[in-house]
């Protein structure tokens, strides 16, 4: 299928006003949940491309403080941010009336979809890349010495971000605070029932292979787990194809 570029809207959830993309026709079939930095621009090629090997509708959307989305953070985020962002997600997919959608997760996102699944089961199926469901002292280790290099990051973070400096110390210090130390839900994941593939590289620099596997043993019968040799954090980067093809085959089995 030949996908033009994606029809862009701002939806509104309460006091936040989104941007979102849709690649492809019709009610979204696939959802895309960006990372704890990430954006709809930040997915590159990666939701047309899906769009065009499935046939399916593809939506991506900018969470509050990312892209232009609003509002902007005014310093750490609050420790239950992710739980907030999954209520915020229940209203995304009701405004596009996505009523059961393959939700596709990376890092933070994958987190949210877990956190939604929990509480608002919309979902047909999940694939996670690189979620969390615990905080490791690997992903605390690797966001402190981001933050000793934040310049860097927020210069590139710019070139995506609307408010890059609010952006990165609302995310990096939620993530390094006292407050979100004991952030653990593994206990709760057994609640979702419907297929989860958990995929995780085994080269993750902000992760161990435990988070995948202990998150695929917690959620149960209905989740598989795959590690993936030599791939880093951002799999969509490294390898955007692989992506396409793991989105496939969840869609081929639906």
Known sequence: MEVSEPVMRTVSVGD?????????DGVPDIVLLHDGLGSITQWRSVPAAIAARTGRSVLAYDRAGHGA???VPNGAHPADWMT??????DGILEAVDAT??????????????????????????????????????????????????SAAVIAGLARHHDHPVELFEAWSGAWTSDAFASFDIRDALAAIAVPVHVVQGDADEFATDA???????????????????GVRHLIHHDDPDLIVELVEAEMTAM
């Open 69 to 71: 989305s609003t509002p």
């Open 16 to 24: 936040a006003h989104l941007t979102t993309a849709i690649w492809g």
């Open 84 to 89: 907030r962002e999954a209520d915020r997600l």
């Open 211 to 229: 988070q995948a596997v202990e998150t695929a043993a917690a959620i149960g019968e209905s989740a598989r787990c795959s590690l993936l040799p």
């Open 100 to 149: 059961h959608p393959l939700v596709v997760g990376h890092s933070d996102g994958g987190t949210i979809a877990l956190l939604h699944a929990i509480a608002h089961r919309r979902e047909s199926r999940i694939l996670l890349l690189a979620a969390h469901s615990w905080v490791e002292p690997a992903a605390v280790s690797e966001i402190r010495r981001l933050r000793g290099n």
